[in-house]
């Protein structure tokens, strides 16, 4: 599989580099996307992979074995109730892990609510689900494997009849050793999520652009990407080398006559302001997913671009990070489509091998407490990232940003909910209890802030 892969990649590489080594001799095309050597410095900065994964949850390390199982489980048509649906058939790989669909299909045939979004660089995900309801792939995985549209079967039954088959038994227990039973519900979604984990989308022609190689994108690429950043605003919320920010945004998709609306972030919040938000989807491998969007309402790539162009519906929850008048001409929109192209890998490459890169470390310890931190929320990030008060300190948190927020803590011990904060208000939590906390922002979920408070 590594090899079909790495030939199918070489050889694209190869063939679309003597293309653009030929482009290389042409007159350079216009001021577009030429750049200071600085800008394109910083352009490839803004885009670079990162060299770590995240760390899994601790009771979940990424494990050969795990990950395995869990690659097993996810093309195992056993695992529904008619026992045709495995998560392969809404998460295929040809269809850069959707499946081509506006709106998936359960076991029953019967058309879901929302699109199969998918599953690229989720070990990034702070929520998982187009309106971010479910807290980490665990917590996931389980939900449409009993969800009775979806593949209709109760775990308990399905962890019964695994535990009878030997080859499952042996592939538990060496996924989870020292377990009993190793054949569990939490081992199963742990396996799935373990395998989840590994799915980094591959490298790409843009990859090795911002590794350095300037023949790696034609002019056409490079004025696109230049776009794309810059006047266009696609990475006002498409960053990053994934091309997500993680965060929910209503981006003015027009209501459909006779449907109800879908709110998606809004309720899970329990904020009117962010109805009609989803999750911003990585934009890898995503030109093999078409239809697009939440509700697969978008069918090309052209309709996208002039979407954002001239179809956005104007309403309140739109956030400020949508431009709202982008006037993009026909060359302009082949640029930005061009560029698109290149963050999808050659269409015969076949699924990568299980990669467990390695982990970041954790967090130096050590900060003195506090009475008072106050914390910045600037360019949608907390500043500083980690905060230690004293017994009973108090924490201070200033909108100085130029969209709105809603800070959460959550944990079993200590909620907070700050409701939407707009740029300019400040909100004061004095915290009581003792111990370690993570504060976000559910609308941009990747804001996290380590808040320590101190044993009196
Ligand atoms: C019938 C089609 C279908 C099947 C089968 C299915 N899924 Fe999904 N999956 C979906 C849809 C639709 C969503 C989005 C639902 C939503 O956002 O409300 C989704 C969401 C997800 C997400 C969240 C992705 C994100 O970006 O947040 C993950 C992860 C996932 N599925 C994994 C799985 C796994 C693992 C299985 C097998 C146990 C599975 N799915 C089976 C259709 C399916
Ligand atoms: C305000 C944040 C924001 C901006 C700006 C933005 N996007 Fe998006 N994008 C999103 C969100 C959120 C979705 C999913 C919306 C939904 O399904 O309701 C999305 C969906 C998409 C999709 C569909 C992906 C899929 O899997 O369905 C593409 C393609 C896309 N955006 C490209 C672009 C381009 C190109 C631009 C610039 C012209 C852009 N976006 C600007 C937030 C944004």
């Not at 924490?395 to 909910?417: F, G, K, M």
Request: net charge neutral; proline share 11%; aromatic share 6%.
């Amino acid at each position: 599989m590594r090899t079909r892969l790495l030939d199918g990649l070489l050889a694209g590489a190869l063939a679309l580099l003597s293309a653009a080594s030929l482009l290389a001799l042409a007159p350079p095309a216009g001021s577009a996307d030429a750049g200071s050597a600085a800008e394109v410095a910083a352009l490839r900065a803004a885009y670079r992979r990162p060299a770590e994964m995240p760390p899994p949850p601790s009771d979940n390390p990424t494990t050969a074995a795990r990950a395995q199982l869990g690659r097993r489980l996810f093309f195992d048509p056993s695992l529904s109730s008619t026992g045709t649906m495995s998560c392969s058939s809404c998460h295929q790989p040809a269809h850069g892990f959707s499946d081509g669909l506006p709106l998936a299909r359960g076991a029953g045939g019967k058309a879901l609510a929302r699109r199969s979004p998918t599953i690229w660089n989720l070990a990034w995900a702070p929520f998982l689900f187009w309106d971010g309801r479910a807290e980490g792939l665990e917590a996931q995985a389980a939900a449409p494997i009993e969800a009775h549209e979806e593949m209709g079967q109760p775990l308990g039954t399905l962890v019964e009849r695994m535990a009878g088959d030997p080859g499952w038994r042996s592939a538990f227990a060496a996924a989870f050793p020292g377990a009993s039973p190793a054949v569990s519900k939490d081992n199963l979604v742990r396996a799935l999520a373990a395998w989840e984990r590994t799915l980094v989308s591959p490298r790409t022609r843009f990859d090795a652009w911002v590794d350095g190689d300037n023949a790696a994108l034609s002019p056409a690429e490079r004025r696109g990407l230049s776009l794309f950043h810059g006047p266009a605003g696609c990475a006002n919320c498409h960053e990053g080398w994934a091309f997500t920010d993680h965060a929910f945004y209503d981006i003015g998709l027009p209501d459909r006559p006779g449907v109800a609306p879908d709110l998606g972030r809004g309720p899970v919040l329990g904020l009117a302001r962010a109805d009609r938000a989803f999750k911003t989807p990585t934009l890898r491998e995503a030109m093999r997913r078409a239809p697009f969007m939440h509700d697969g309402s978008i069918p090309t790539i052209e309709a996208v671009i002039e979407h954002y162009a001239a179809g956005v519906a104007d309403r309140p929850t739109l956030p400020p990070e949508l431009p709202r008048r982008l006037s993009l001409d026909p060359a302009q929109r082949a640029d930005l489509i061009a560029f698109l192209n290149t963050l999808t890998s050659a269409p015969d490459a076949a699924l990568p091998e299980m990669a467990t890169p390695p982990v970041a470390p954790a967090p130096p310890p050590g900060l003195t407490p506090v009475a008072r931190a106050r914390v910045s929320q600037k360019n949608r990030q907390f500043a500083p990232l980690r905060v230690a008060l004293t017994p009973g300190g108090t924490l201070e948190i200033v909108n100085d940003d130029t969209t709105a927020h809603n800070i959460r803590i959550d944990s079993p011990e200590l909620q907070r909910n700050s409701g939407i904060q707009d740029p300019g208000q400040t909100v004061t939590w004095r915290i009581p209890t003792a111990g370690r906390y993570v504060a976000f922002c559910g609308i941009h979920p990747r804001m996290r802030l380590e808040v320590t408070v101190a044993a009196p």
